[in-house]
């Protein structure tokens, strides 16, 4: 999913994206800042229908459509991470550039920072005749170790 607005204020907490919420104009509406609060109380990707669960088992009355068009909405803006997955959408809150930990046993993605050797960085840069400004690594793997 392509952000259509840019973040140039990094969002590391939930107060961080209720104010970007204000700054771009969108309404902090009772269901977006559930979504929100459960998002960074959360600490892990969630589908919409995991969100929408959660937030009713918690007592929290929202629709189905909702959650959807609050999820698509901040995540257009860059207020969420939106990620696809051939089996659907999954939104987690938002910090800096990160990197993702993909664990095929648990069906898991978890948020890492890397930070790549300058040296390196340079490398690629050097071969592609592209200025490296930012970057995220995809990394696969198990949790359990599979034997051989």
Not at 71 to 80: D, P, V, Y
Request: net charge negative; with cysteine.
């Amino acid at each position: 999913m392509q952000k259509q607005t840019i973040s140039t204020k990094p969002i590391r907490s939930l107060e961080d994206a209720l104010d970007q919420c204000q700054i771009l104009g969108m309404r902090v509406s009772r269901q977006r800042r559930f979504i929100l609060e459960l998002l960074w109380q959360a600490n892990e990707h969630l589908s919409a229908r995991e969100i929408y669960d959660r937030l009713n088992h918690q007592g929290k009355d929202i629709g189905h459509t909702s959650v959807y068009q609050n999820l698509e909405a901040l995540s257009s803006q860059g207020i969420i991470e939106c990620i696809e997955r051939c089996d659907g959408r999954l939104y987690g809150n938002i910090s800096d550039s990160h990197s993702h930990v993909n664990c095929i046993d648990t069906n898991q993605i978890l948020d890492v920072h890397v930070e790549l050797p300058e040296e390196l960085i340079r490398k690629i840069e050097e071969e592609t005749g592209v200025r490296i400004t930012d970057y995220s690594i995809n990394f696969i793997g198990y949790r359990n170790p599979q034997e051989e």
